[in-house]
């Protein structure tokens, strides 16, 4: 695991890129195909930008670019698309990543070990710079409420970044699960990122005849059965399904383009909640406003060791 560094920092809070190239492969959970991905640095207000290698086509990582939410957020055009963008969306949202190309020479992004953990390892392993141009903030004003048969999402006015999720499933292992986190880098890399996707062995024959799941495994998946967890390795929380809808949810709500300012609550939300709620909060625009703010009070340097590779 990494070691991280608090610092203390008070100065007005700038873009941010990444130092220099680096890169990871493996592959997606639900193609099961192998790809490579690069993470470039980019000049301010690039904004994240995936490019299809393969392809030849550029996607910009944004509400607007949502094709599909269906066990995943998948952004693109046409028949272009990337696939399973959440957890590398929240990796950069989480270590405050505002300006990055993402190259990537295949239609999903690896899913690695479920979690985050490893994404954060390499973003801090590229190092990351600062920009000279002042980072921008969407500042909830008034409560913005989105809610569905299944699914709510409130958004409150807050002097910070703070997240609460409730879950809850029909099942006799996993029922309810909620918690509350004030969101900042070293708070994310601790308690956030190393939280595993989940999913429950019944449904798993189900998604695969689907399409889905085809590179799932207990290597990158908690597999809940009738008696519990599956993985021999057990959990790493032992709320680590709220954790990891938490993780989702960054990266999902990342899609705005600017981190949100306010207390964010979500109910057994998914990533097709998240989108609509982002589109309704960007259709009441006297519900927010673009601030800039100072450096948030600490943030995340490397010590030693970053995450394993």
Known sequence: MARYLLISCHIMRLQRTIKREVSFS??????????TVRLKPAARDTGV??????????????VASVVDTAFATTIGFDSIKVRTIEHLMSALAGLGIDNILIEINGPEVPILDGSA????????????????????????????????????????????????????????YLRHQELTVDIDEAAFAREIAPARTFGF????????????AKGGSLDNAVIVG???????????FNDEFVRHKILDSIGDLSLIGHPIQGHLMLEKSGHTANTRFLKKLLASPDSYRLVSEPESRHYIHPVAAVAAR
């Open 26 to 35: 493996g592959i997606g959970l639900h193609t099961g195909r192998y790809a």
């Open 49 to 62: 930008v995936f490019y299809r290698t393969d392809k030849g086509a550029l996607i910009r990582a944004n």
């Open 117 to 172: 953990t490893e994404l954060v390892g390499i973003i801090l392993e590229a190092g990351i710079a600062k920009q000279a141009k002042s980072k921008t903030f969407i500042q909830i004003l008034k409560p913005v409420v989105y809610e569905d048969a299944h699914s709510r999402v409130v958004a409150l006015p807050y002097e910070g970044r703070k997240i609460s999720y409730y879950i809850s499933f029909n099942h006799a």
């Open 201 to 212: 062995l019944n449904d798993v024959e189900a998604l695969k005849a689907n399409g889905f």
């Open 226 to 236: 009738d008696e519990g967890i599956l993985n021999k390795s057990g959990l790493r």
